[in-house]
């Protein structure tokens, strides 16, 4: 089994940045493409960001208007997802998420393993 573990989450104000980390642990060899997906309570989760198994293919979303970047460090098993020019609309909890394979999407639904959650707010 995989376990997901996001982190650096918080208040920030409009403008500014954030970077969101998600360790991988556990059977480590299924941690193929990796994600960020966000979601307001109340509403359908919406693809943020994806990555594939060998960096190669990277997938936004084409509101965030090139503001946020995924990396990989596959050495320590994290996902990073940096956030700049923040926006009262990114406030939402980020969740990591993988699949066991190595092609990158931009549908949630395809992902198996998935972290908890990070709170992210955007307010003055």
């Known amino acids: 089994q995989v376990q997901l573990k996001e982190s650096g989450g918080g208040l920030v104000q409009p403008g500014g940045s954030l970077r969101l980390s998600c360790v991988g642990s556990?059977?480590?060899?299924?941690?193929?493409?990796m994600a960020w997906i966000r979601q307001v309570p109340g509403k359908e989760r919406e693809f943020v960001a994806s990555?594939?198994?060998?960096?190669?293919?990277?997938y936004y979303a084409d509101s965030l208007q090139g503001r946020f970047t995924i990396t990989r460090d596959y050495g320590d098993n994290v996902m990073y997802l940096l956030m700049n020019s923040l926006k009262p609309g990114d406030t939402a909890i980020y969740y990591c998420?993988?699949?066991?394979?190595?092609?990158?999407?931009?549908?949630?639904?395809?992902?198996?393993?998935w972290g908890r959650g990070t709170q992210v707010t955007v307010s003055s």
């Open positions: 990555v594939s198994w060998s960096g190669t293919v990277i």
């Open positions: 556990g059977d480590t060899s299924k941690l193929g493409a």
């Open positions: 998420a993988a699949r066991d394979d190595t092609g990158a999407t931009m549908n949630p639904e395809t992902y198996d393993f």
